[in-house]
């Protein structure tokens, strides 16, 4: 077993990233328009690309992943008779409500865990379905440094639980096999098996496939031994 660690981010070492459903209302609203919130939610549920694992996008990677997200915006503000005048604008708050830093809290044993996992001689590797600016956020965080290197969906184009993503993976680390840790049973835990990875479950994945289910992140270090 190679001691490499493969860490899931929202839900997993940060508490879920609420924004990921309001964000567009939040914009709407700077503009003064009051859509209904569980509709902008109901609409955002299916936007984002890990949404459609299904569909690859390596051409339509970084820049050019938000103005794909962007042309379905605006396709749904049109829809609802908004001004193309305010297209812009709404895409760029939209944006900038998303990625805020203010959106995460890390669980209260993230650091610590992911420090007493170097100490044990593991390398630690994110994994994450997640928009292009997300490492900015990691350094803010100040979590950026316990990591060897990062996985970002947005940045290849693939999205767990794809093999291509889990392939990247295993060639940014080099290693054929390791512990994916995680709290979606499809994307981490499924995606994680297919690979070949002991899997282990946190937090709200209670029900999963796993091999090891755990509440906190402080009870994976007996698991790793």
């Given at each position: 077993?190679?001691?490499?660690?493969?860490?899931?981010?929202?839900?997993?070492?940060?508490?879920?990233?609420?924004?990921?459903?309001?964000?567009l209302h939040c914009a709407l609203a700077e503009k003064s328009y009051q859509l209904d919130a569980a509709e902008c939610a109901g609409f955002l549920s299916d936007l984002y690309s890990w949404k459609t694992p299904q569909i690859a996008y390596p051409d339509k990677?970084?820049?050019?992943?938000?103005q794909t997200h962007f042309e379905k915006i605006r396709t749904y503000l049109a829809a609802h008779e908004i001004p193309a005048t305010d297209f812009d604008v709404i895409c760029a708050a939209f944006r900038e409500k998303l990625i805020a830093v203010s959106n995460y809290a890390?669980?209260?044993?993230?650091?610590?865990?992911?420090?007493?996992?170097?100490?044990?001689?593991?390398?630690?590797?994110?994994?994450?379905?997640?928009?292009?600016e997300i490492l900015d956020n990691l350094k803010k965080l100040n979590i950026a440094d316990y990591f060897s290197d990062f996985i970002v969906s947005s940045h290849i184009g693939y999205e767990k639980p794809r093999k291509e993503f889990f392939d990247y993976a295993k060639k940014v680390s080099?290693?054929?096999?390791?512990?994916?840790?995680?709290?979606?049973p499809v994307a981490d835990i499924q995606g994680g098996k297919d690979a070949g990875f002991v899997?282990?479950?946190?937090?709200?994945?209670?029900?999963?496939?796993?091999?090891h289910y755990v509440e906190?992140?402080?009870?994976?270090?007996?698991?790793l031994g």
């Open positions: 077993m190679d001691r490499v660690l493969f860490w899931d981010f929202d839900g997993t070492l940060s508490y879920p990233n609420k924004s990921f459903s309001t964000a990677r970084n820049e050019l992943w938000w890390l669980y209260d044993d993230t650091a610590a865990t992911l420090e007493a996992c170097r100490q044990m001689g593991f390398r630690n590797y994110l994994v994450t379905n997640n928009y292009p080099g290693a054929a096999s390791g512990y994916m840790i995680g709290d979606n899997t282990i479950a946190v937090h709200a994945c209670k029900q999963s496939c796993a091999d906190t992140l402080s009870q994976i270090l007996p698991i």
